[in-house]
């Protein structure tokens, strides 16, 4: 077992449970712990907001990078010997969080939550440095995979046992069965392999500013970075208010959320398998556009869960949102760690890595009064909005087209324009009837769609593109029944079909010009 553990890939299984125990312990338990003690669900989203501590690692990933701790670093090596320590009092903090009351000492759980997402920030800089660096033996997707099904082992399956065995309501015993855990995942570091470190002659102000000289000057950085800041947005500003769902429409009862855990366990591994697949033979950049794509989705179901909440939704739903975030994590490891210059490993992965929170984190403090104005349904309606940027962008990584020029603008206002109109079809408006001014909208906004779409995609099938834009129109009045919140008409369709005939006139009659003018 032991030569196992130290000799092969499957160390990181273990890496990844205890990367996740942190998570797991302020995550869906720790919102449902404070919902228990009357904490509103603004408070809530509030408090989510020390997780930005996580997000501002790479302010001291120099210092976890070269400072090395005396004795440990002897026995285990730089990245091994932080992980240790921060492991250690990790564990620590979770059992003196089993001793408090949230609804006595909100302030101290809040000091306690900052200082575990330190730690945990100190834990994922080692454990990532690690990782990239140890591709030196086995491939970088392996590892990715790998890990993430450790993640989620320690996320799900933990989790399942947690409510299966203690029950939601006695949380003093969850954090400390968190704890225990937490202190046996020491012995897999101490027997893990040590790795090749690259360690710099530089002190650490230097090497903080070559690491970024360095990332400065790769090929279109700026949208590269905008891209890796926005594209797990919508997930990470949802995640606060999963707790609030539950609560609000009876389903967080311990059996649910021990099943959810389950299917999530095994929806992990379908995930993990279809991004390792995905990355392998479609390449990287369009499994990063096909997430983005399937994370938007997934998100946007929450509105459904919302309207019928029964046990099989909330099982499938959580189950299809899973694959998603295991797919997104995996192809998110593999394409940051492909930007990574192994000279300034955990200074670089620290940095992108904290890019991907920062946004985010900045923003879910709002969850609570956003879910609060607009309602649940139109809350995770809006996420789906705010996953429209990085479609639009991973679709450029995709087609190596990250330099911006008027085609590219016009293939992501296309995009947006179709998930616009889409979003905005299925929001609830409060819309009792609908006019013939209506259907001028509806005429218009399709117009415009099919003209766009067709100039933007020259290389491909103009009637395939319509028949596309066409079923779009169809299934969107026909999902506006389903969620029960407007009627459906036929007209609305006619209106659609006749703006996709409009915009494909447009562009006929602008081809012809061209045709004349050459």
Avoid at 259 to 279: C, D, E, M, P, R
Wanted: with cysteine.
């Amino acid at each position: 077992m032991i030569n196992t553990l130290k000799n092969t890939q499957f160390n990181f299984l273990f890496l990844g449970i205890s990367a996740a125990m942190p998570s797991f312990a302020l995550g869906l338990p720790f919102g449902l712990w404070l919902l228990s003690a009357d904490v509103s669900k603004e408070t809530l989203g509030l408090v989510t907001v020390s997780s930005l501590i996580v997000a501002l690692n790479f302010l001291w990933s120099p210092f976890v990078n070269k400072l090395k701790i005396p004795i440990l670093y002897r026995l285990l090596g730089l990245r091994r010997s932080w992980l240790l320590l921060s492991q250690i009092v990790l564990g620590f903090l979770l059992l003196t969080l089993s001793f408090i009351n949230p609804k006595d000492q909100l302030t101290l759980v809040v000091i306690l939550a900052c200082l575990i997402y330190f730690f945990s920030s100190i834990q994922d800089i080692a454990l990532d440095a690690y990782r990239v660096e140890y591709d030196k033996y086995f491939d970088a997707e392996n590892l990715a995979t790998i890990y993430q099904i450790g993640y989620k082992v320690g996320a799900f399956l933990i989790g399942a046992q947690v409510y299966n065995l203690i029950g939601a309501d006695n949380w003093s015993l969850i954090y400390l069965y968190l704890a225990f855990l937490m202190f046996a995942l020491p012995l897999v570091t101490i027997i893990s392999q040590r790795v090749d470190e690259l360690e710099s002659n530089q002190n650490t102000f230097n090497q903080f500013l070559s690491a970024f000289k360095d990332l400065l000057q790769k090929k279109s950085v700026i949208t590269l970075l905008v891209l890796i800041g926005i594209y797990k947005i919508s997930d990470i500003v949802l995640g606060p208010m999963a707790a609030s769902l539950y609560t609000e429409v009876g389903l967080n009862k311990p059996d649910f959320l021990a099943q959810k855990s389950y299917f999530n366990f095994a929806a992990t591994f379908v995930g993990s398998g279809l991004a390792l697949w995905s990355i392998k033979s479609l390449k990287i950049n369009f499994s990063m556009f096909l997430g983005a794509i399937i994370v938007l989705c997934t998100n946007v179901l929450f509105s459904f869960l919302f309207l019928y909440p029964t046990f099989v939704n909330f099982i499938a739903i959580n189950f299809l949102d899973t694959i998603a975030q295991a797919f997104t994590a995996v192809c998110f490891i593999t394409f940051l760690v492909g930007l990574v210059d192994r000279r300034f490993t955990a200074i670089q992965y620290a940095f992108l890595a904290s890019l991907v929170i920062i946004p985010g984190t900045l923003m879910k403090g709002s969850s609570g009064f956003i879910a609060s104005a607009y309602g649940f349904y139109n809350f995770f309606m809006i996420m789906g909005f705010l996953g429209i940027p990085a479609v639009c962008l991973s679709y450029l990584l995709y087609k190596d087209e990250l330099r911006w020029n008027v085609n590219n603008g016009l293939k992501v206002l296309s995009i947006a324009l179709a998930l616009i109109i889409s979003l905005l079809s299925l929001v609830d408006s409060g819309e009792s009837s609908m006019q013939l001014n209506d259907k001028l909208i509806h005429f218009s906004i399709y117009t415009i769609l099919t003209y766009i779409t067709l100039i933007a995609s020259r290389k491909t099938n103009v009637f395939v593109l319509l028949a596309i834009i066409l079923l779009l129109g169809i299934s969107l009045e026909l999902a506006q029944s389903i969620t029960g919140l407007r009627n459906f008409e036929y007209m609305d369709i006619i209106a659609n079909s006749l703006g996709v005939f409009g915009g494909f006139v447009f562009y006929f009659l602008k081809k012809i010009n061209l045709k004349k003018s050459f």
